[in-house]
C-alpha cells in the first residue's frame, strides 16, 4: 500500500495500531467500538435510506454525504453486541469524514489489512471492513457525480 494515497486521517489510526503491541491492537479496536458518532437525526430509525453492508455477518448500515464543497461524511450502524464490526465501522465514519471526494476515492482498498488485526480478527470481519469502504467509496462516486 502507498501512503501516498493514504489520507492523513486513516495513517494516523493506522499508525495508533502499528504503534501497540499485536494483543493490545484488539483492545483499541473494541475502544473504538465505543466511538462510531451517532448518525444524524435524518437518518436515525431509518435504515430503508442507508445501505445494507452484506459482508458484514451482523446487520451494518452505512450511508454517505457529499456536500457542495464536495466534503464527504460518513455514517454507520452497527450494533453493540458485534464490537469487533463496529469498531471497523466507526474507523471508517472518523477517517473518511471531512475529507474531500478524491481523497476518500484515493483510499487503497487493502486498508484495514494494514492496521495489524489479520491474526487477531477473521478474514471474514476484515472482508466486512473492506465492504464497509468499497460501499462508501462507490457511493462517493455515485454522489459526487450528481
Known sequence: MSDTALPQSLADIRDEFLELPEPDRLQLL????????????????????????????????????????GRVAMHATAPREAPTTRGFASILAQGITGLSVDDVLGIPNDFPQTLGLTRAVSPLRLGGMTGMLMRAKRQVRAKAAV
Do not use: T
Open 30 to 69: 473494541l475502544e473504538f467500538s465505543h466511538e462510531l458518532p451517532a448518525v444524524p437525526p435524518q437518518y436515525e430509525g431509518h435504515p430503508e435510506l442507508c445501505e445494507r453492508v452484506v459482508e458484514c455477518q451482523s446487520p451494518v448500515y452505512i450511508i454517505v454525504d457529499v456536500d457542495a464543497d
